[in-house]
């Protein structure tokens, strides 16, 4: 389980180490230390969805782009030692050391630019910034950079649901109704389960404390999650299996793909490009509820500070934010493009022409969904 807590001593100590040092990271002005390392390390805190998209698709398409170039991936499924990672950029960053990695596509991006331990990146070097919406680009931080988008949706089998809930409370007096029909993920496997819990705890919260557990670290609301979490609790007997939450989102979209549930939540993106590649069954729709939606957003890249490749890691940056990489991003996992549509195939710009990628209703701050994620563990599964 990953702790905020320790996140932000570690920043702190990253903070304290920065201030004393009084210099720039070593080799930050250039490509390498030698000038002559084309070779760059993408680390991956995610679902095998994206390690697909970077490995089978954009890196690919980069190195024929760019040649001369080769890039790895560092992958870790579902951020399971997000932890200790974000220890090792810490150190990485007070001691002036290579991190290993150029370049950071995970949930706690956001989080790490606060503490100053990526590049600051503008419209200057990335030009292509400026063709993303201005509160995307804030909500990055100092050094967080946006390159796709997505939301959380309610998928259903056409063969058992005639009509899907329309709003959450609806979808909760359906999953009572039918229960064994119904699943989510457990929130620290995956983003679509994430995304369930906390649109029910949002139902019993104001729209001032809502915005502020987005937005910064809140354990002080943290108590009005209650009710919520009486809510889920009391779905159990009524969630597949009496209480079986699998482990990731690729899991859910397996079982409601055999027939096993019928109904559950999950990301657009996924179940797009599963219908694409016929995964998923053409009996399989989706859906979005209301009052309150499902959760959505745009996923952040950063440069790690303490990189010694930094005008080549700006260089990946830089083309993943053309073109032809949002256009193989919006192909290949059906991640709502960044950069503005009119820069983009026809294609993409039909299928996401209502895609209003800068309003979508963002999720909790990285350190409140971590707590979030422990106190579900607590007190959800089982009771």
């Known amino acids: 389980m990953k702790s905020p807590r320790l996140i932000a001593s570690l920043a702190a100590v990253a903070a304290v180490g920065l201030a004393l040092a009084g210099c720039s990271q070593s080799g930050s002005n250039g490509s390498s230390s030698d000038g002559s390392d084309k070779t760059l390390t993408v680390f991956l805190s995610a679902d095998t969805n994206i390690q697909d998209l970077w490995q089978k698709t954009l890196i690919p398409a980069f190195e024929k782009d760019n040649p001369g170039y080769t890039v790895k991936v560092d992958f870790d499924l579902h951020g399971a030692h997000d932890q200790q990672t974000v220890a090792k950029l810490t150190a990485a960053t007070v001691q002036h050391q290579d991190p290993g990695y150029d370049l950071v596509d995970a949930g706690f991006v956001t989080q790490v630019a606060a503490s100053g331990l990526l590049t600051p990146v503008t419209a200057d070097q990335v030009p292509a910034l400026s063709d993303v919406p201005a509160a995307l680009v804030q909500a990055g931080g100092n050094g967080g950079v946006p390159y796709r988008g997505s939301s959380v949706v309610l998928a259903y089998d056409t063969k058992t649901v005639a009509t899907p809930p329309k709003t959450l409370a609806d979808l909760l007096a359906w999953i009572t109704a039918n229960p064994g029909r119904f699943t989510y993920c457990a929130p620290s496997t995956g983003g679509s389960g994430a995304s369930f819990v906390t649109t029910v705890l949002d139902q019993s919260i104001s729209a001032a404390d809502r915005t502020k557990l987005a937005t910064e670290a809140a354990p002080d609301l943290e108590s009005d999650w209650s009710t919520g979490f009486a809510t889920l609790a009391g779905l159990n007997p009524s969630v597949y299996q009496k209480g079986v939450y699998p482990n990731g989102n690729s899991q859910v979209l397996d079982l409601l793909s055999s027939g096993q549930i019928s109904m559950a939540p999950v990301w657009s993106d996924q179940f797009v490009t599963g219908v694409k590649n016929g995964q998923i069954p053409s009996n ?42 949002q256009a193989l991003v919006a192909d290949s996992i059906s991640g709502y493009p960044v950069i503005s549509l009119d820069k983009l195939p026809a294609s993409v710009q039909s299928t996401f022409k209502d895609a209003d990628i800068a309003n979508l209703r963002p999720g909790y701050f990285s350190a409140n969904a971590a707590d979030m994620n422990k106190a579900w563990a607590q007190k959800v599964p089982g009771k």
Do not use: C, H, N
């Open 284 to 325: 399989i729709a989706y859906t979005q509820i209301s009052d309150p939606s499902f959760t959505g957003g745009a996923s952040y890249l950063g440069i790690p500070a303490a990189s010694p490749r930094q005008a080549d890691a700006e260089k990946l940056l830089s083309w993943v934010l053309s073109p032809t990489a």
